[in-house]
């Protein structure tokens, strides 16, 4: 059975960093679609970072040249380093994994509609102040 759990969630100042981590079990972490979803407070959820089985890295134009995503296949473990953290980051944050030949292009629309495709954690809340 898949599970996803999430960490390093908190509050920070504008400006400041935070570092996310995801560990998954019982999922064969390189042959998938693993990513970031965020939704901030009234707001649809979206996609945040992505990393595809084959490496390849999407980012939503917001966050480009301050968060990075990374993944350690010997560890199933997947992070997101937020830097330079602004207000309009402010959300939970969920680490998901693609389902079985699904590539991130088709999970990034799937996951924004639905948590019901793949496998979801359960968020972890970051709040940026002013």
């Known amino acids: 059975q898949v599970q996803v759990m999430e960490s390093g969630g908190g509050s920070v100042q504008a400006g400041g960093s935070l570092r996310l981590n995801c560990y998954v079990s019982?999922?064969?972490?390189?042959?998938?679609?693993m990513g970031w979803f965020r939704q901030p407070p009234g707001k649809k959820r979206e996609g945040v970072a992505l990393v595809d089985s084959d490496g390849t890295k999407t980012y939503e134009d917001s966050v480009k040249g301050r968060f990075t995503i990374s993944r350690d296949g010997a560890r199933n473990t997947l992070t997101l380093q937020m830097n330079s953290l602004i207000t309009e980051d402010t959300a939970t944050y969920y680490c998901?994994?693609?389902?079985?030949?699904?590539?991130?292009?088709?999970?990034?629309?799937?996951?924004?509609?639905?948590?019901?495709?793949?496998?979801w954690g359960q968020g972890t809340q970051v709040t940026v102040s002013s």
């Open positions: 019982g999922y064969v972490f390189s042959r998938y679609c």
């Open positions: 998901a994994a693609g389902p079985p030949l699904t590539e991130c292009r088709t999970f990034l629309t799937l996951g924004r509609d639905s948590t019901s495709y793949g496998h």
